[in-house]
Nanobody
Framework: QVQLVESGGGIVRPGESLRLSCVASGFPFSRYSMIWVRQAPGKGLEWVSG????????EYGDAVKGRFTISSDNAKNTVFLQMDALKPEDSAVYSC????????????????????WGQGTQVTVSS
């Protein structure tokens, strides 16, 4: 059974950093894609970033480009989201999702392709 577990959320001040982790267990795939999405109260789901394994293709949403960095530890089936220069508008529940295929380009953004989802971790940016 595939499970995704996020961690690393918390409460920080504007300009500070957080590093989120998403660990995939029971994962039988050697090539796959993982994404981070977020949802703020009263708003829809927003695609944040994606990475494919083992190609290491990465992509970012416009709102986080230049501030967030996605990376992976393939041996540990773990994907990280380093979030720097955080803003209050980054406050949301951040969730990771995985798909059993290594996508590139626009395909990596298609949330319907992702079969496995974590429960999410709360990020709050407030002064």
């Amino acid at each position: 059974q595939v499970q995704l577990v996020e961690s690393g959320g918390g409460i920080v001040r504007p300009g500070e950093s957080l590093r989120l982790s998403c660990v995939a267990s029971g994962f039988p795939f050697s090539r796959y894609s993982m994404i981070w999405v977020r949802q703020a109260p009263g708003k829809g789901l927003e695609w944040v970033s994606g990475i494919n394994i083992p190609g290491d293709y990465t992509e970012y949403g416009d709102a986080v480009k230049g501030r967030f960095t996605i990376s992976s530890d393939n041996a540990k089936n773990t994907v990280f989201l380093q979030m720097d220069a955080l803003k209050p508008e980054d406050s949301a529940v951040y969730s990771c999702a995985a798909a059993p295929r290594a996508y590139n380009g626009a395909a990596i953004r298609c949330q319907f392709r992702y079969d496995y989802w974590g429960q999410g971790t709360q990020v709050t940016v407030s002064s």
